[in-house]
Nanobody, 117 residues
Framework: QVPLVESGGGVVQPGGSLRLSCSASGSIFSISTMGWYRQAPGKQRELVAR???????NYVDSVKGRFTISRDNAKNLVYLQMNSLKPEDTAVYYC???????????WGQGIQVTVSS
């Protein structure tokens, strides 16, 4: 069973919006800080946003004010609402879960987001 499954990527014009979703198994989600990372061609993977079990969030500076991470603890889902998208947001986005108990990382398979006119 794949622990994390992303959905919601695609192609959008600059200034547009997308919402990414990540479904996690309950055994992982309930004990994990959830995050979204991205990796653009030729670049290292970077943390985009993260949300703790209690809902505390943090963001990379380049997306502050444009992206919002949230989690639905009843449905084992984490979302990344992306507004005012820019071409530099183009990347493969990965869902991440880090267990607060073991510090083990779990990853989704990645989903493409392309911002282009």
């Amino acid at each position: 069973q794949v622990p994390l499954v992303e959905s919601g990527g695609g192609v959008v014009q600059p200034g547009g919006s997308l919402r990414l979703s990540c479904s996690a198994s309950g055994s992982i989600f309930s004990i994990s800080t959830m995050g979204w990372y991205r990796q653009a061609p030729g670049k290292q993977r970077e943390l985009v946003a993260r949300i703790s079990i209690g809902g505390v969030t943090n963001y990379v500076d380049s997306v502050k004010g444009r992206f919002t991470i949230s989690r639905d603890n009843a449905k084992n889902l984490v979302y990344l609402q992306m507004n005012s998208l820019k071409p530099e947001d183009t990347a493969v986005y990965y869902c991440n879960a880090q267990s607060v108990v073991t510090r083990k990382d779990y990853w989704g398979q990645g989903i493409q987001v392309t911002v282009s006119s």
